[in-house]
């Protein structure tokens, strides 16, 4: 349990001004969420914990997405926080380094979305993958022109795309976090 990473995602969540009518309903639910305590930035508490993803963008305002292995859907790049996690948004940046394969990524630590969504995964522990909701908070993170990715062993593939062009299927709310990160950019 991280105390530290529980106290980051309250005062984050708590000072942050939602980019949707949709981002602000999850982030007052993920802020109920986490008046569970610090066990709720973890993959152990089953009714749903934090997770931290990342919306990569080149200069171009390409946006880079995944394949997810298991679900079969594009996605921002993302997942669980680890116990080494101090804040929501070095989460953010360590699941896009690894899953990207892209060295020397940038992170805006506002962040552009919050998405709450039902999921099935497991604990962590080899317990069989159960229901559970993910409270993902999403972070704009930047690259190099020229980045070349590499597919993490999370991920069938991974691939650059315009933002009127996203691949199919898609994970829901994955383009709800493309305007506010693109008007980033500006």
């Given at each position: 349990?991280?105390?530290?990473?529980?106290?980051?995602?309250?005062?984050?969540?708590?000072?942050?001004?939602?980019?949707?009518?949709?981002?602000?309903?999850?982030?007052?639910?993920?802020?109920?969420?986490?008046?569970?305590?610090?066990?709720?930035?973890?993959?152990?508490?089953?009714?749903?914990?934090?997770?931290?993803?990342?919306?990569?963008?080149?200069?171009?305002?390409?946006?880079l997405l995944?394949?997810?292995?298991?679900?079969?859907?594009?996605?921002?790049?993302?997942?669980?926080?680890?116990?080494?996690?101090?804040?929501?948004?070095?989460?953010?940046?360590?699941?896009?380094?690894?899953?990207?394969?892209?060295?020397?990524?940038?992170?805006?630590?506002?962040?552009?979305?919050?998405?709450?969504?039902?999921?099935?995964?497991?604990?962590?522990?080899?317990?069989?993958?159960?229901?559970?909701?993910?409270?993902?908070?999403?972070?704009?993170?930047?690259c190099a022109?020229?980045?070349?990715?590499?597919?993490?062993?999370?991920?069938?593939?991974?691939?650059?795309?315009?933002?009127?062009?996203?691949?199919?299927?898609?994970?829901?709310?994955?383009?709800?976090?493309?305007?506010?990160?693109?008007?980033?950019?500006?």
């Open positions: 349990m991280s105390e530290t990473l529980h106290a980051d995602a309250l005062r984050v969540l708590s000072a942050w001004q939602a980019t949707s009518e949709e981002a602000d309903l999850c982030r007052k639910r993920t802020l109920e969420l986490l008046a569970a305590g610090p066990m709720a930035t973890t993959r152990a508490h089953r009714p749903g914990h934090v997770t931290a993803s990342a919306l990569v963008v080149d200069p171009a305002g390409r946006v995944c394949l997810h292995g298991r679900l079969g859907l594009w996605m921002q790049l993302g997942g669980h926080c680890e116990p080494t996690d101090r804040t929501l948004a070095g989460a953010a940046l360590r699941e896009a380094t690894e899953e990207s394969g892209i060295p020397g990524l940038t992170l805006d630590p506002v962040p552009i979305d919050v998405d709450v969504h039902e999921v099935r995964c497991t604990a962590g522990d080899g317990s069989p993958a159960a229901a559970s909701v993910h409270y993902d908070v999403r972070f704009l993170v930047r022109a020229g980045s070349i990715e590499q597919v993490s062993a999370e991920s069938s593939a991974l691939g650059w795309f315009e933002p009127h062009a996203l691949p199919t299927p898609l994970a829901s709310a994955t383009a709800r976090q493309i305007p506010p990160a693109l008007a980033r950019l500006r």
